[in-house]
């Protein structure tokens, strides 16, 4: 069961105290060398957007979890679409083995591979997800970071009496989850203020395309099949 939106913002808590502990402390004083009186401050948001961003103006480095993406890493199909679910599988991060306690530390591998890349110089619009990247992530990954971030993770976890599950799961491949679906059907996406609705207008290779319905109508768009959920027809007297 995934965690409720108190329990993934407490979690995501965990995952910026563990970013700061284990992984900014050792790397602080290489960090300052090259960027003199450089701060990491690590926040969780509401949303799924989890990024690293630098502010120049007060030499700091922001980190944000999202709780959503939090939540989504607790279940297989929504697990899939992220790329951290892709990096573990396809560079074998972790014996390439995806479970929600894996997935969230190599989160925090993921977004400060990122600000170490920002110092190095090495990060460029158009970009970012390059070969000086992925050789920061791969030495976090092999120095045993990573394996400590987890680790720290499970027991900050358990001292807190949280769950984090450490069971592996497997996860649907892409083209699983657009057979699911068919032209026509109705669906929705989003949640709370943002959920839209809308009808399938055509499945793609890797996205299905929404035509907008209701007050939606007129508006397109192209959605990951994991992120929809079936519309419930109004029941009608015959």
């Not at 450089?38 to 922001?62: D, E, I, K, M, W």
């Not at 560079?91 to 083995?97: A, I, S, T, V």
């Not at 120095?143 to 720290?152: C, N, P, T």
Request: proline share 5%.
């Amino acid at each position: 069961m995934p965690p409720s939106t108190a329990q993934a913002k407490y979690l995501g808590q965990l995952l910026c105290h563990v970013t700061t502990d284990v992984l900014w402390q050792p790397a602080r004083g290489w960090i300052r060398q090259r960027h003199p009186g450089s701060q990491l401050a690590c926040r969780v948001g509401a949303g799924q957007a989890t990024y690293h961003r630098f502010n120049p103006q007060v030499r700091q480095h922001n980190i944000t979890y999202g709780a959503r993406m939090i939540v989504a890493k607790h279940q297989p199909d929504t697990a899939a679409g992220w790329l951290s679910s892709r990096e573990i599988q396809r560079r074998g991060y972790f014996d390439g083995e995806l479970s929600t306690a894996n997935l969230l530390a190599h989160t925090c591998c993921h977004e400060f591979a990122h600000l170490l890349q920002h110092v190095a110089g090495k990060r460029h619009r158009g970009s970012v997800h390059n070969r000086h990247f992925y050789e920061i992530l791969d030495e976090l990954h092999t120095s045993g970071a990573a394996e400590a971030v987890r680790k720290r993770l499970l027991e900050k976890a358990t001292d807190q009496g949280m769950e984090l599950p450490v069971a592996a799961f497997e996860v649907t491949s892409p083209q699983e989850m657009l057979a699911r679906w068919q032209v026509g059907e109705a669906v929705m996406f989003g949640g709370g203020a943002r959920r839209i609705e809308g009808v399938i207008r055509r499945i793609n290779h890797k996205t299905c395309t929404v035509d907008g319905s209701g007050r939606w109508q007129g508006l397109r768009y192209r959605v990951p099949p994991q992120l929809l959920k079936s519309l419930p027809r109004p029941l009608t007297e015959h």
